[in-house]
């Protein structure tokens, strides 16, 4: 069991702290210990000075208790109570989060209710007493950490095999590669939730669930593994997928389309479905949708996607869907901010694929009008775990480290990913991106309809590999676009 640290406590000396870097802006972060780690990380320098110097200045208030009482029968004295009372004050001028910024440490969570990847979690206030529910998966800060760090963490890397790319041969994607790291988290939580379930939780000791594993070696960092930033470049390359390059989010969502195709083909029939077991669906485009209108989610595509899946069978398979979208110029339009809210208490939910301008995150919850996140931005060492090796070490894979940034910084070019395990839980989805549609007073992030003018191909039906094929969309008239790259009609989705 993982824990948060008390609120206003300084962070342990333990929690991990990533260097700081010049893409993460103002977002805060939320600093928390493993309780099961086995080795305390080194000191990540001046932030760590700080902490412990935060540590020292409440330990000259905190009175030691034991001495204290032994001298005074028992009694605590005048002294250790006003003592005492100082260290409350303290605690709760940092438990505010002002004092973590003028220390330059992480900021502590508030009380607010965080949904978290469609499950809610209501965080207690320090002078609340926790329930006995309080650590149970939905409610309290240490089974909100728990479920946290157990999300695949996935970031730059380095020391990996060399990217066949004939102007570079680079063998680390940092400061490039945070649009790659961040799908990968993404899709790496669908497969989770496909194989162990919403309810998972990381191992505290090996050997480690074998599916799990298996999900980990699909994104090791060499083209032997086949959702490896050496593959998913290469099958992005007509949409501009380039190692060295930053790619948007739209991008990114068609070259896993095209990669999880590729890889079916490789594979024998029977064993077609292995790496990637669930149709994938990028949504993109209406009758309009050219002209900038918002996605569409058809439900007849869908259930195509499913028949191909399941080699023209009449059964209803998992589905993957990613919804590309672009919710402003220059910024995100408020009015969307509300919905992107509300996708997140979707039990279907898979976060979003964004961050600020030029650095991609994973965003797996919000709190108040806040995104928490899984930062891909930290380097580390190439890791490539064997298939089979249930005893591998799996923690450069998960992060303990809660981040958040305001909604409203988030860059307005990002995409939505969704899981739906069955029929029945594609019409749950459905009928709730129905009523979110129904609230967007004219202005939805993406729209459900049964069926499409057949003059608006969604979906090649030749492809017969569970992906959508190409989108109306892409084929946008160059006339039809202003010099910011945008249609002069209304600020929403190109696609």
């Known amino acids: ?34 309780s099961s780690s ?14 412990s ?30 003592s005492y009372a100082w260290t409350r004050v303290l605690r709760r001028i940092v438990g505010d989060g002002s004092m973590w910024r003028l220390l330059g440490c992480a900021r502590a969570l508030t009380d607010a209710d965080v949904w978290f990847l469609g499950k809610c979690y209501k965080l207690l206030s320090s002078s609340e007493e926790p329930s006995s529910d309080s650590d149970s998966e939905s409610g309290g800060h240490a089974a909100f950490l728990e479920d946290f ?39 790496a939580q669908a497969l989770i939730f496909h194989h162990l379930g919403r309810s998972w939780r990381k191992p505290s000791q090996n050997p480690c669930n074998p599916e799990y594993i298996r ?49 079916r083909e490789r594979l024998e029939a029977v064993d077609r479905n292995e790496n990637f077991p669930m ?16 996605p569409v989610v058809c439900i007849d595509v869908a259930a195509q996607l499913c028949y191909d899946f399941n080699k023209d069978q009449s059964t209803w398979s998992p589905i993957l869907l990613l919804v590309p979208l672009v919710l402003g110029l220059d910024k995100i339009n408020p009015r969307y901010i509300p919905l992107l809210k509300e996708t997140f208490t979707f039990p279907q939910s898979l976060g979003i694929l964004g961050g600020k301008p030029g650095a991609s995150t994973y965003i797996a919850g919000v709190q108040d009008d806040r995104a928490v996140y899984l930062d891909p931005h930290e380097t580390q060492l190439a890791v ?7 005893e591998a070490d799996t923690s450069s894979y998960h992060c303990s480290t809660v981040r958040d940034m305001a909604l409203d910084l988030l860059d307005p070019s990002l995409a939505i990913g969704f899981y739906c395990r069955d029929k029945d839980d594609f019409d749950d989805f459905c ?46 008239d160059v006339e039809d676009l202003d010099g910011s790259g945008e249609t002069g009609e209304d600020e929403w989705q190109i696609l």
Request: proline content about 6%.
């Open 149 to 187: 760090s157990s999300r695949i963490w996935i970031t730059y890397r380095k020391g990996f095999d060399a990217i066949s790319d004939p102007k570079s041969k680079l063998t680390t994607d940092v400061n490039w590669g945070c649009m790659v790291r961040s799908s990968q988290m993404l899709v």
């Open 279 to 294: 149709a994938l669906y990028v949504v993109s485009g209406d009758e309009d949708g050219e002209r900038g209108g918002a």
């Open 215 to 263: 999900i980990l070696h699909l994104f090791g960092d060499s083209e032997a593994c086949a959702f490896s930033i050496h593959n998913l470049l290469e099958a992005g390359k007509s949409y501009g997928l380039a190692a060295g390059s930053w790619v948007g989010p739209y991008a990114m969502c068609r070259a896993w389309q095209t990669l999880v195709r590729t890889s």
């Open 384 to 390: 490539n775990i064997a298939s089979d090796n249930l």
């Open 53 to 82: 110097l935060l540590s020292s200045v409440l330990a000259v208030f905190e009175p030691d208790q034991g001495s204290a009482a032994a001298a005074c029968g028992n009694r605590l004295p005048t002294h250790a109570s006003v």
């Open 1 to 34: 069991m993982t824990s948060l640290p008390e609120r206003g406590a300084a962070p342990p000396s333990d929690s991990p702290s990533p260097s700081p870097s010049p893409r993460d802006g103002d977002a805060a972060e939320a600093s928390s210990s493993s």
């Open 38 to 51: 086995s080795a305390p990380e080194e000191d990540s320098g001046p932030k760590q000075c700080k902490a």
């Open 431 to 476: 009928s709730r991106a129905s009523e979110l549609a129904e609230k967007a007073n004219g202005a939805p992030l993406f729209t459900v309809v049964q069926s499409v003018q057949p003059s608006k191909q969604m979906y090649d039906q030749h492809d017969g590999s569970g992906c959508s094929g190409e989108a109306v969309a892409d084929n946008i």
